[in-house]
DNA sequence: GTGAAAGCGCTAACAA
DNA sequence: TTGTTAGCGCTTTCAC
């Protein structure tokens, strides 16, 4: 076993609740090492070898023992008591110890809606996002909940699903809940969420987007930029037919970016993106084969499909090869994201490096200093990075017959995978 | 925009907090349709087209309406207009409109924290997680997300990261938090992990696992079993140097069932699996490729391996391809858990067939049953099944010349990637 | 079916 | 530094 029964020692630090490894932007207060480690009342006294004096205590009728109870058996005040746990600098070393030591023998833990609902507080922040299951966003809400914890806040997370009306409804639901602050993706929301949100004060922050938001702040970057960025480098392998697969783009500013940033990259050069040759599907890897198939049927192929995310690529990979389609040479596909799988795929795919664990990092931090109105250094800029792996390849028309197979101008590279 | 500002219906049904739709499960009260669309009153009056009445309320010193300022607007009592919004079939339908009407004028909103402190309830449970980076735990977090949301309840998630000392710690910060009910993964806990929620009666749900737990309940299947059966089926094909890519088998009886799955199969047709075949990674794909490369630094090699999770084979089957290793032709490789690519790897990967999303859906409803002390019915056992896929092939001792290439003796199939 | 009132367990102001 | 006390906003008896 881990944890030494023994041990006295604090869960608490300064105004912040169990658990967080306060990082070195925390207050003073005990250390991570030393605090954390608390253990709790075992049910019999024959479970446990805790110096037992755990004795007839008059508990609250919930059972559990409330502060008051800790008090009493520290023989101080209930304000001590709560000034012990919540600000160990507040209260006299021996107070601090007997209350522990009250805290240890009762297996006390706190009681965290009392403490929200007296200090207006929760140490909790909501999250919505489209949807959990897209491993760019699990890659955001996996650094956002590891950031978060490291400053003392828990996590609650919930989806929508891409349908718009829900959001609100989530947003409503978590907020009642109650939260001290709110991330969710993209700019474009229900005005109700808005108002809710701006009503409350809510501290809030968009990711993955820069657009100016009616209320609130940003962390991300430039969907349509990324999107002309990698549209240029498909173009400089000379596609001039290019076809989009993309999700909704109705209520999805980020969708509608991407295409747009395509569709300008496209117009510099004379080309236009073709109205029908932009397909609507949901982001999964099936909507990706089914997108495929529809262009396969066409009359006139494109020589380039541009997938918005990287799971729509993979799908669209894969019926590439289910029809016999050999990627890169007949058709290029392109994805977007970045995700882990994209460089293992057959053949790679080229993709745009999107700083997923870094959005999660910075819109945590960015809320963080949002909620305790302190300055955790504005978020940088956040880059992202065409990736050219094999799945883009010259146009067919363009072809020299001796580079058939697996011939790049930028060497294939690897990115973030470690 | 969705909603009509103008609507007026309930965000409540009974008992229950705003949002969910409460599947038919719910007790009565209003339908999904009905519910939840609740604006708030905006900012300013200019900016809403709300019947202004918002009039000089005085409201609570936190800005926010109270339940108080709604009694008082609807001319009703603080108990009527708490009955009205927890359970409408409490009040007459008199009174109910003009809650729904007062609360519609002052935009209110509930506060959870007082909710949860005056009736010990928070409509939300907690789930720790080894960590949110895993394909299979994502998609089992996002059929609970889901599966919760229709019964009212917010998920709290946090991770460990496998450090199996920081669990207590997020467990004890949750439960602190205030959560009705927990879910964990495995049954393998710090005894301090039990000790605390014992001691709170906090309904516990352990998953992806059978495995009796010294409290708690579990949804689960066998981890054994499914590593035995993958394993028949890899010994079937003529392999018997066999070797193992797993995470730490420490404080993880996931890790250890399926290695010994994998032992006892062989044991029964005389073989061993060999110690220093068994090799330890991160669950990540590029622990699979360094596993990879350990193996095939090796004297002899084997001529499968088996991987303890998707994740990891896909990195094992990458490290293969770059080193020139033909999948399956000179080394066989499976999985574990068959995530939605191990079908579109190249070449497709064997591996079984873990039910994730049904975890996810059955363990919520579980624990919803626990909590609420109804009876939800008992999940029904929870199946992995084995998917050969071209990854797998006859081990090279056996191959014949002329079956060299992406012959199987079962066809390759696809499973539920749809 | 409704109103009045007593808490739920804690924090934070204020005195001492 | 400590103790006292007044709520935080809601649910839930308990009478009526």
Redesign the interface.
């Known amino acids: 076993?881990?944890?030494s029964r023994m041990r006295l020692n604090s869960?608490f630090t300064v105004a912040r609740?169990?658990?967080?490894a306060c990082t070195s932007d925390g207050p003073t207060g005990f250390s991570y090492h030393e605090a954390?480690?608390?253990?709790?009342?075992?049910?019999g006294p024959a479970?446990t070898t805790s110096p037992s004096k755990i004795s007839s205590m008059p508990q609250s009728p919930?059972?559990?023992p409330t502060l008051e109870d800790v008090a009493r058996l520290a023989d101080v005040s209930l304000g001590s008591a709560s000034r012990a746990l919540s600000d160990s600098s507040l209260v006299k070393p021996k107070t601090l110890k007997r209350v522990m030591q009250a805290v240890e023998q009762l297996?006390y833990?706190?009681?965290?809606?009392?403490r929200?609902?007296a200090s207006?507080r929760?140490?909790?922040v909501g999250a919505v996002y489209p949807?959990?299951?897209n491993?760019a966003f699990?890659?955001s809400?996996?650094a956002l909940?590891?950031t978060l914890?490291g400053f003392g806040y828990?996590?609650?997370?919930?989806?929508h699903?891409y349908v718009?009306?829900r959001e609100?409804?989530?947003v409503?639901?978590?907020?009642?809940?109650?939260v001290d602050g709110l991330i969710l993706v993209g700019v474009e929301h229900?005005?109700?969420v808005f108002?809710?949100v701006?009503?409350?004060?809510l501290p809030l922050v968009l990711t993955w987007t820069l657009e100016q938001p009616p209320y609130g702040h940003t962390v991300g970057f430039s969907n349509r930029q990324a999107a002309y960025d990698l549209t240029r480098a498909v173009l400089a392998k000379g596609h001039k037919d290019i076809a989009v697969i993309c999700g909704s783009r109705e209520h999805n500013e980020r969708a509608r970016q991407r295409v747009s940033g395509t569709s300008e990259a496209m117009a510099e050069r004379g080309l236009t993106l073709r109205e029908e040759w932009i397909i609507e599907q949901p982001l999964s890897?099936?909507g990706g084969k089914l997108a495929m198939q529809r262009i396969l049927a066409m009359g006139q192929r494109p020589t380039a499909v541009m997938c918005n995310t990287d799971t729509l690529a993979?799908?669209a990979?894969?019926e590439c090869?289910v029809h016999g389609i050999a990627v890169p040479d007949q058709m290029s596909i392109t994805g977007y994201d970045d995700i882990?799988?994209a460089s293992?795929?057959?053949p790679p795919l080229a993709t745009v490096h999107i700083p997923t664990a870094q959005i999660g990092t910075f819109s945590a931090r960015r809320l963080v200093g949002l909620i305790e109105n302190r300055d955790l250094g504005e978020p940088p800029a956040l880059n992202h990075e065409v990736v050219i792996r094999e799945s883009l390849g010259p146009a067919p028309s363009t072809l020299q017959p001796e580079m058939k197979r697996g011939k790049l101008s930028g060497s294939a590279r690897t990115v973030a995978?470690?």
Chains 1, 2 share one sequence.
């Open positions: 076993m881990v944890f869960c609740p169990t658990g967080p954390l480690h608390l253990p709790v009342a075992a049910t479970l919930t059972g559990r297996g833990v706190r009681n965290g809606a009392a929200a609902l207006r929760t140490f909790s949807t959990l299951h491993p699990a890659d809400i996996h909940q590891q914890w828990q996590l609650v997370v919930a989806s699903e718009e009306e609100y409804e989530v409503r639901s978590i907020v009642e809940r109650g229900d005005h109700q108002d809710l701006r009503q409350r004060k890897v099936e993979i799908g990979l894969h090869r882990v799988l293992l795929t057959v995978d470690s």
